[in-house]
C-alpha cells in the first residue's frame, strides 16, 4: 500500500509541474503593454510555483517552462530564458524548502529577492550578449526599470499567492497529504 501512495504522490507531482510549465508557456506570450515594452506575468507563476515546489521541479518549471515559451514566441532569448529563470526557480525553491525551516514565510522571501536579482541581472546581461551591439546595450540599460518592475511584480504576487491566499495550504493538503 505505501508503494501505491508514493506512486500516487509522484503522479501529483508531476502533473502539477506539467501544469505550472503549460500556464508558464502560455504566460510567456501574453505581456501587460507599457511605454518601452512589455511586462510578463510569467515571473508570478514561476515564483509561485517555485515557492512550493522541490528544486527539479521548479527548474523544470522556471527554466524549460520559459525556454519553450521563447522557443514558440520569441526565439532569440531562449536560453538566457533557460538559465536565468531555471536559476531563479531553483534558488527559491531551495530558500523555501532548506534555509530558515522554521520560518518559511522569511526564507521564502530571502529567496524571491535573490531569484528577482538573479532574473534582473541575467537579463540585462543576455540582452546585451545576444545582441551584442553597442545600441542593443543602451536598449539592455533602458529596459532595466521594466526588469525591475517584473521582477518585483512576480516576487510579491507570487508570495502573496503563496501564503496569503493558501496555494502553500492547499498545496500540502491535497497533494502532499499534510495538513498545515
Given at each position: 500500500?505505501?508503494?501505491?501512495?508514493?506512486?500516487?504522490?509522484?503522479?501529483?507531482?508531476?502533473?502539477?509541474?506539467?501544469?505550472?510549465?503549460?500556464?508558464?508557456?502560455?504566460?510567456?506570450?501574453?505581456?501587460?503593454?507599457?511605454?518601452?515594452?512589455?511586462?510578463?506575468?510569467?515571473?508570478?507563476?514561476?515564483?509561485?510555483?517555485?515557492?512550493?515546489?522541490?528544486?527539479?521541479?521548479?527548474?523544470?518549471?522556471?527554466?524549460?517552462?520559459?525556454?519553450?515559451?521563447d522557443?514558440?514566441?520569441?526565439?532569440?532569448?531562449?536560453?538566457?530564458?533557460?538559465?536565468?529563470?531555471?536559476?531563479?526557480?531553483?534558488?527559491?525553491?531551495?530558500?523555501?524548502?532548506?534555509?530558515?525551516?522554521?520560518?518559511?514565510?522569511?526564507?521564502?522571501?530571502?529567496?524571491?529577492?535573490?531569484?528577482?536579482?538573479i532574473?534582473?541581472?541575467?537579463?540585462?546581461?543576455?540582452?546585451?550578449?545576444?545582441?551584442?551591439?553597442?545600441?542593443?546595450?543602451?536598449?539592455a540599460?533602458?529596459k532595466?526599470?521594466?526588469?525591475?518592475?517584473?521582477?518585483?511584480?512576480?516576487a510579491?504576487?507570487?508570495?502573496?499567492?503563496?501564503?496569503?491566499?493558501?496555494?502553500?495550504?492547499?498545496?500540502?493538503?491535497?497533494?502532499?497529504?499534510?495538513?498545515?
Open positions: 500500500m505505501k508503494t501505491n501512495q508514493k506512486t500516487k504522490n509522484l503522479t501529483l507531482q508531476i502533473t502539477l509541474t506539467a501544469m505550472f510549465m503549460a500556464m508558464n508557456i502560455a504566460a510567456s506570450s501574453y505581456g501587460v503593454p507599457v511605454p518601452g515594452g512589455h511586462l510578463y506575468i510569467n515571473d508570478i507563476i514561476i515564483c509561485t510555483a517555485a515557492i512550493i515546489m522541490n528544486p527539479l521541479s521548479a527548474f523544470m518549471v522556471g527554466g524549460v517552462g520559459a525556454f519553450i515559451g522557443m514558440l514566441f520569441y526565439p532569440a532569448p531562449m536560453f538566457v530564458s533557460l538559465v536565468t529563470h531555471g536559476l531563479q526557480a531553483v534558488i527559491i525553491s531551495v530558500f523555501s524548502h532548506y534555509i530558515l525551516k522554521k520560518h518559511p514565510i522569511a526564507s521564502s522571501g530571502i529567496g524571491v529577492t535573490l531569484g528577482a536579482i532574473n534582473i541581472v541575467g537579463y540585462s546581461i543576455g540582452r546585451a550578449f545576444i545582441y551584442g551591439t553597442a545600441p542593443s546595450i543602451a536598449v540599460v533602458m532595466l526599470p521594466y526588469q525591475i518592475a517584473q521582477a518585483a511584480a512576480g510579491i504576487i507570487g508570495m502573496l499567492l503563496v501564503w496569503k491566499f493558501g496555494v502553500y495550504k492547499l498545496y500540502n493538503k491535497t497533494l502532499q497529504g499534510k495538513t498545515v
